[in-house]
């Protein structure tokens, strides 16, 4: 077969694990003791292995040993040098640490987005705009508390829960933390650290007074919904511009949060409201910000930006498999939700350095797609996403001029 640009000396998952450099996963290796106990199946065949669930959507043990088994002629490029067990497997996502994948999905973030500057933001709205939100995954069986009702057995499914903060700019989670479903929303806000001239966005379910005034202290601007729960004080209804009123502003008010009859309260946050009136879906939203320069406009925009994060969870949850699980424990639940993320964040990486190239636009899904059925095959991933058809024309034409014929003509 004559050489081509089009094929590689590496497959398409060995191209994606480049990825994940090797220092880091020793680094955390070593902060979490997670070869301790263990002869031969070390963290990293842990986290190729389950990667390779991620990309190929297995639903089982059987499933991802048999496919590993299969491509074992290729292990040598992943760094694995043998197949493991199922029984191997399973132990290990019960005992290993999740703590160590955990780790290993945020410093990726850092190492290919870089971390939050310690200073102020700067620049374009989209860039230091952040969204906070959760979404939740049934289970299988009660490993961990489920929310809702008790069904007619008198038994509940258990659930987990994905705290998310992302970038507008990036689309993919830069922090992740995950609890029962059951818990609040609002146990997610004190871990979240944002820099000086950020913009936080979240629904109305997390409201949390002393977050969101330590929040003002240190200049991080947030905007949310108004609960019908809050109680504040109206302290000035501000005038509207002639524009502002047809575009769907209806009222811009300076507040005080809190109960008016209960001092601690009163003195706690001083806010705005912002009434705004969508003439498409005919619904009036009133939006509740600490920012007082924001045009009423940019408030609303701001919350338009909220839905990325829904188009975010879709995203995750089209593309991989969550219905099996590999373990019935909680630790080997989270290992695989964490493997997933990193598998997402990998296929992130692809897409936003082929958009950078502006050669051509790649969905999301398409490039899962082709991953998923092309992973162990040596394709250089990068130069057939950025022109196909003529990688594809270029080895054609080669191999064509290479090419005996076996009977003179």
């Not at 050489?3 to 994940?20: A, D, R, Y």
């Not at 995950?178 to 979240?192: E, G, H, T, W």
């Not at 701001?302 to 829904?310: A, H, L, T, V």
Request: charged share 25%; proline share 3%.
């Amino acid at each position: 077969m004559p050489k081509s640009n089009f094929f590689t000396g590496q497959p398409i998952f060995s191209q994606l694990l480049s990825f994940v450099p090797r220092s880091l996963v020793k680094q955390l290796t070593r902060k979490h003791k997670a070869d301790h106990y263990y002869k031969k199946f070390t963290a990293y065949d842990h986290l190729v292995s389950m990667l390779f669930c991620g990309f190929h959507r297995c639903s089982s043990l059987r499933e991802l040993i048999t496919g590993l088994q299969a491509n074992s002629h290729r292990l040598i490029h992943l760094g694995l040098k043998y197949t493991p067990r199922r029984s191997t497997l399973a132990d290990a996502n019960k005992r290993r640490s999740a703590a160590f994948f955990q780790d290993l999905f945020h410093a990726l973030y850092r190492h290919h987005y870089g971390s939050l500057p310690d200073s102020r933001i700067k620049g374009k709205l989209d860039e230091k705009l952040f969204v906070i939100d959760s979404t939740t995954i049934s289970l299988f069986c009660d490993v961990l508390k489920g929310a809702g009702t008790y069904g007619l057995n008198g038994k509940k499914k258990g659930g987990i829960k994905a705290h998310v903060l992302t970038r507008i700019s990036d689309e993919v989670p830069c922090f992740v933390h995950l609890s029962d479903a059951v818990r609040s929303d609002r146990i997610f806000m004190p871990m979240v650290e944002l820099p000086a001239g950020s913009v936080v966005c979240m629904d109305k379910a997390y409201i949390n007074y002393k977050v969101m005034s330590n929040w003002t202290q240190k200049g991080v601007w947030w905007v949310t919904r108004l609960s019908e729960r809050l109680k504040y004080e109206i302290i000035e209804n501000r005038p509207l511009k002639e524009h502002h009123q047809n575009q769907g502003i209806r009222r811009d008010s300076e507040i005080l949060l809190g109960n008016p009859n209960d001092r601690r309260q009163r003195q706690l946050q001083k806010a705005r409201l912002v009434t705004y009136y969508d003439q498409v879906a005919k619904r009036e939203f009133v939006f509740l910000t600490n920012n007082l320069h924001y045009s009423p406009l940019t408030v609303a925009y701001i919350y338009q930006k909220r839905w990325n994060i829904e188009l975010l969870f879709k995203r995750v949850k089209q593309n991989f498999q969550f219905h099996n699980f590999l373990g019935d424990n909680e630790n080997a639940i989270k290992i695989q939700l964490w493997c997933t993320l990193i598998a997402d964040l990998l296929i992130s990486i692809v897409k936003r350095r082929v958009d950078r190239l502006r050669k051509r636009k790649w969905s999301f899904a398409n490039i899962a797609g082709l991953i998923r059925q092309h992973l162990t095959t040596y394709i250089d991933l990068m130069r057939f996403l950025i022109n196909p058809e003529k990688a594809i024309i270029a080895y054609s034409h080669e191999a064509t001029r290479h090419q005996l014929d076996l009977f003179k003509t």
